[in-house]
């Protein structure tokens, strides 16, 4: 079975100033690995995902996220965080092997900008 | 095309009551997946549904039951309601049908249920 765990629950920064979100998970076999972001009163939105490949992965609004197979982590980054990414956000994983594979989320980080 | 559409958006239930929460899928999707969120928690599986049948199950009794349709959609059905069950509960879906998870899910707005 697989496990996620976020280090952080809450991570407050300043406007403008970097940002990483750490993921570990466990697992006996291969994984896909996701970051979901979710803004107050909504549902969760896939933010990216490590399915193969290249072990650094991108969105479209400048998060990145590193697959580290020897570290079991799936660690987010933003170079330059903006007042609009405050939001919670799961790392969530799933086994590439089974046939009807589940995703299982950890627990959240709030990531909260100041100004 | 419409997303993932839950319903109703909000809902007060009696401690001992019976619900009936449901989704429809994103156009193209076969898979629905349910899951509880507790306040300041994160997503917690409850079960998934494929071909009309439930194909996966979290941790969850039996008094959480679903239900998925020729046509996709899917309900949650939870008997017995207790106070504890008070959650926001979310409905994914996903193509694919055998690896779906590989996919990532859409999710729907969710449904907070209160339970009094």
């Known amino acids: 079975a697989q496990s996620v765990t976020q280090l952080d629950s809450q991570v407050p920064v300043f406007e403008e100033a970097p940002v990483e979100l750490r993921c570990n998970y466990s697992?006996?076999?291969?994984?896909?690995l996701f970051w979901y972001v979710q803004y107050p009163n909504q549902g969760l939105q896939l933010l990216l995902k490590y399915l193969s490949g290249s072990t650094l992965v991108e969105s479209i609004n400048g998060f990145e996220a590193e697959f580290n197979k020897s570290q079991t982590s799936f660690h987010l980054r933003k170079p330059s965080v903006h007042i609009s990414d405050t939001a919670e956000y799961f790392c969530a994983v799933s086994d590439s092997y089974s046939s009807a594979s589940k995703i299982i989320f950890g627990s959240g980080t709030r990531l909260s900008i100041r100004p | 095309d419409a997303g993932v559409t839950q319903s109703p958006t909000h809902l007060i239930k009696t401690r001992g009551q019976q619900v009936t929460l449901r989704c429809s899928p994103k156009?193209?999707?076969?898979?629905v997946s349910w899951y509880q969120q507790a306040l300041g928690q994160g997503p917690q599986f409850i079960f998934q549904?494929?071909?009309?049948?439930?194909?996966q199950r979290g941790n969850f009794p039996d008094r959480f039951s679903g239900h998925q349709f020729p046509n996709y959609s899917s309900e949650l059905n939870v008997n017995a309601l207790l106070l504890g069950d008070s959650a926001l509960y979310l409905c994914?879906?996903?193509?694919?049908?055998?690896?779906?998870?590989?996919?990532?899910?859409?999710f729907g707005s969710g449904t907070r249920l209160t339970v009094v």
């Open positions: 994914a879906s996903s193509p694919g049908g055998r690896w779906s998870g590989n996919y990532g899910y859409t």
């Open positions: 697992s006996s076999v291969s994984v896909y």
């Open positions: 549904y494929y071909e009309e049948e439930e194909r």
């Open positions: 156009s193209g999707h076969d898979t």
